[in-house]
C-alpha cells in the first residue's frame, strides 16, 4: 500500500525556488507579450513629455537649481514612467485574474504568501526596469546628461518600482472591478506623481506645500533619482532612502498580510 503520510506536506525547504521563479517569469511574460503597449509606450510618453518642454521652454532657457530645465525635468520623468508601469503590472495582473476567475491558478499551487508577494513584485520592477534602462540609456544622452551615480539611481528606480508594485497588489486584491483600479489611479497615483516635484523644485511652492510634500514617498524618490543623476536634491538622499524603504516594507507587509488571509481573493 502507498504511503501517502508525506502528503499536503511542503517538500520544496523554506523557500520554493522553482515556483517562486515560475511565477516571476510568468509576470514577466506578460508585459513583454505586449511590449509596444507595456514598454514601447511608456518610453514613446516619457520622450513626448521631454519634446514637448524643450519646444515649449526651449533647450537653453530657464534654470532650476542651476540646471536647465529640460535636465531638472528628466530625472524625474523616467521615475514618474517607472513607478506608473511597475504600479500597473501588478494591480492589473490580480484584478484581471480574479474578474476572468482564474486567480485559484496562482492561490492553488505550494507558494507560500511571502512568495506570491515576492513574485509579483518582480514582475512589477522587471517592468519599471525595462522602461528605465532605455531612457536612462538612450534618451538622456540624447539631451545631453550624463548620469553622476549610476549605481545609486539604479538603487532608487529599483526600489521606487517595489514601492509603487506593492501598492499595485494592495490595489489589485481590494479592488472588484477595473473602475476601482482606475479611480486609484487617477486621484491618487497620478497626484502624487505630479505634485512630488517631477516639475519644479520644492522651494517654489509655498511652506505648507513644502510640508505636505515631504510626506509623499514619490517626492523623496524623483529627488532621489534627481540627485543620482544631476548631483542635487531638495532633501537628504540619505533620509529619502530611508523614507521610501521603510514605506515600501509597510506595503510589502500589508500585501503579505492580505494574501495570507486570502482577502478579497478567495470565495
Known sequence: MADISGMGERRFGRVNWLGLATLARREMQRFLTVWMQTVAAPLMTAGLFLAIFSIAIGPTRGEVMGFQYLHFIAPGILTMTVIQNAFANTSSSILVSKVQGNIVDTLMPPLSAGELVTGY???????????????????MPLIGIRIANPALALVYVTLGAALMASLGMLAGIFANKFDQVAAITN???????FLSGTFYSSDAVPPVMQHLLHWNPIFYLIDGVRYSVLGVSDSSPVVGLAFVAGVTAVFVIWSWVWVRRGYRLKP
Not at 512589477?124 to 522602461?131: D, I, K, N, P
Not at 486621484?187 to 506623481?193: E, K, R, W
Open 187 to 193: 486621484f491618487l497615483i497620478t497626484p502624487l506623481s
Open 121 to 139: 513584485i518582480a514582475g512589477g520592477v522587471a517592468r519599471g526596469l525595462f522602461v528605465a534602462v532605455p531612457i536612462g540609456l538612450i534618451m
